[in-house]
């Protein structure tokens, strides 16, 4: 055989002792084919591509220990090799624990891309399996990696969940924000993570034809930044943007807080905040009072309290269609410090000098 004369011809090399494997097993001398993956395991003991490869030889064996052993040594030298490993190694053993156990070291560079796979091919129950080991590794990871699994988990409408394992994801980010109010419902209340576009955080489109949205570092009620909406003057535009979703308590009386300030805000009809719930009875919606014109930081209040059926709801920086003529909408307004608490709670601490 050409392939054992290649062998010979160079010992050491690994890709050769692999292609002569491979040629072994395609024949049927699957003896032969684990001799040789063994020879290029101790030419090339450190070689991700080995590993992986004998691993995956082992598996069509159906000698799962061994290859799983294989796998596992092929992730700790390739993190990225980990979600493959993992779905391989799942065809052949149904038990998700096991093996995440038997095959993938604990590190977020291997629990990541796998929570990303199954996040997206909402396998969730999984997915949570693999969130529970990532977070109690407390190591510090990007927030926008978590995010998927708080989408999927909302789009199936298993909001509660998604509310309760939150607070972890905001436990475990890269340069978390500072604390919000106790028991506010809204997460990064000053904008202070930059962080937007997905989960339980700040969502908003960046730029539209009458809208642009940004953090801005230059202007805020406290803190680094605040978010700042430009009107462009272009329309008599009837806005919803810079929403944050929330899972409120049913029944539970609320109180909606947050500082605005505005320039040059033109028309009538000026920003305020609004707040959308969804329940068994469909939408409903109350909003704040608007501030227009050019305003210092003000603060806006709105006491509400959640309906008895209640599931997600959102804060959103909202601009009504004004019916006046001449209506067209432009200059700028800023938001910061927004708090949803317990009425209760928010208005003693609102109460204090």
């Not at 020879?39 to 799962?64: I, M």
Request: proline residues 7%; charged residues 25%; glycine residues 6%.
């Amino acid at each position: 055989m050409a392939l054992a004369r290649a062998v010979d011809l160079d010992p050491y090399s690994a890709e050769a002792r692999l292609d002569l494997a491979a040629a072994y097993e395609s024949q049927g001398q699957t003896e032969k084919a684990g001799v040789s993956f063994a020879a290029a395991e101790r030419v090339y003991p450190l070689s991700a591509e080995v590993r992986w490869s004998h691993g995956n030889f082992l598996l069509r064996q159906g000698k799962n220990q061994q290859a799983f052993a294989e796998l596992r040594r092929a992730v700790e030298l390739d993190p990225q090799r980990a979600a493959e490993a993992f779905s391989r190694a799942l065809a052949a053993e149904p038990d998700a624990n096991t093996v995440l156990d038997k095959v993938i070291p604990p590190s977020p560079a291997t629990y990541l891309p796998i929570l990303r796979i199954l996040s997206d091919s909402l396998d969730l129950d999984t997915a949570r399996l693999v969130w529970a080991r990532l977070v109690a590794l407390r190591q510090k990871v990007p927030l926008g990696a978590a995010v998927p699994l708080f989408n999927r988990l909302l789009e199936a409408r298993r909001v509660q969940e998604a509310a309760e394992l939150w607070p972890e994801a905001a436990a475990i980010m890269a340069n978390p924000p500072p604390p919000d109010p106790p028991g506010s419902l809204i997460w990064d209340g000053g904008f202070e993570s930059g962080f937007a576009g997905g989960g339980f955080s700040w969502q908003f489109s960046r730029a539209s034809r009458d809208v642009q949205i940004s953090f801005d570092r230059s202007e805020k009620h406290s803190g680094d930044q605040s978010l700042r909406i430009l009107f462009y003057g272009r329309e008599n535009v009837d806005f919803t943007d810079g929403c944050h979703p929330f899972v409120p308590e049913p029944g539970q009386r609320y109180l909606l807080s947050a500082w605005v300030k505005t320039q040059s805000l033109t028309s009538s009809e000026g920003l305020r905040l609004e707040i959308l719930a969804y329940s068994g009875a469909g939408e409903t919606r109350v909003q704040t009072a608007e501030i227009h014109g050019t305003e210092p930081w003000t603060e806006l209040k709105l006491r509400w309290m959640a309906p008895q059926d209640s599931g997600l709801g959102r804060v959103c920086a909202r601009r009504n269609m004004s019916d006046k003529p001449g209506s067209d909408v432009q200059g700028a307004a800023w938001i910061d410090d927004v708090a949803l608490e317990p009425s209760r709670a928010a208005e003693e601490v609102h109460a204090k000098p």
